[in-house]
């Protein structure tokens, strides 16, 4: 089973600042198949990138992914008010597929 | 507009069963692979049980293989999950995920509000 470590646990960030996030495989995902879903309190989560890097349907280009191998990283270049929520991701190209455990976007 | 909408969800005791359903609407049903992923009360999210397009691949988690059962029914454009011996760490929100294709590997593009679960005595 592929375990992914996300960093860190929690970012506290301003609206208008960049955030970035990662997601360390501990051994290398299968066709770069690592997805990033955001989940805010209440709601089911969406999905945002899949492939490493291509962004979903409606995904605003704030949004972008990179990374290969056992090193991926998500980054939002612009902080908006409603980016603040919980991201994961999720690795789909070895079973069982498997998700990271969550970093946290805050308010600061 | 893709719809997943989760119903079945409860509060069982420990050792008993439950079946949840997902109803799917705004797509052609069986062209697409399906999944089960549940979350824990304040937890990250934990994939449970997969099934292809036509219904003949699934796979489950360790956790819950020999007691969880995944199906679907492309009559009805429904999704199941057969839960039984039930134990209180299965409590959580299991929410059903179109998968991006029909079969492993795909991600997952449209996902249910969620049916909660909770198993308790």
């Known amino acids: 089973e592929i375990v992914l470590t996300q960093s860190p646990g929690t970012l506290s960030l301003s609206p208008g600042e960049r955030a970035t996030l990662s997601c360390r495989a501990s051994?290398?995902?299968?066709?770069?198949?690592l997805a990033w879903y955001q989940q805010k309190p209440g709601q089911a989560p969406r999905l945002l990138i899949h492939?490493?890097?291509s962004r979903a349907t409606g995904i605003p280009d704030r949004f972008s992914g990179s990374g290969s191998g056992t090193d991926f990283t998500l980054t939002i270049s612009r902080l908006e008010p409603e980016d603040f929520a919980v991201y994961y991701c999720?690795?789909?190209?070895?079973?069982?597929?498997?998700f990271g455990q969550g970093t946290k976007v805050e308010i600061k | 507009e893709v719809q997943l909408v989760e119903s079945g969800g409860g509060l069982v005791q420990p050792g008993g069963s439950l079946r949840l359903s997902c109803a799917a609407s705004?797509?052609?049903?069986?062209?697409?692979?399906m999944s089960w992923v549940r979350q824990a009360p304040g937890k990250g999210l934990e994939w449970v049980s997969a099934?292809?397009?036509?219904?003949?691949?699934?796979a489950y988690a360790e956790s819950v293989k020999g007691r969880f059962t995944i199906s679907r029914d492309k009559s009805k454009n429904t999704l199941y999950l057969q839960m039984n011996s039930l134990r209180a760490e299965d409590s959580a929100v299991y929410y059903c995920?179109?998968?991006?294709?029909?079969?492993?590997?795909?991600?997952?593009?449209?996902w249910g509000q969620g049916a909660l679960v909770t198993v308790s005595s």
């Open positions: 705004g797509y052609t049903f069986n062209t697409y692979g």
């Open positions: 492939g490493a890097s």
């Open positions: 051994q290398s995902v299968t066709s770069s198949y």
């Open positions: 995920a179109r998968g991006s294709a029909p079969h492993f590997p795909n991600y997952f593009d449209y």
């Open positions: 099934i292809s397009d036509s219904g003949d691949g699934t």
């Open positions: 999720q690795q789909y190209g070895s079973s069982p597929r498997t």
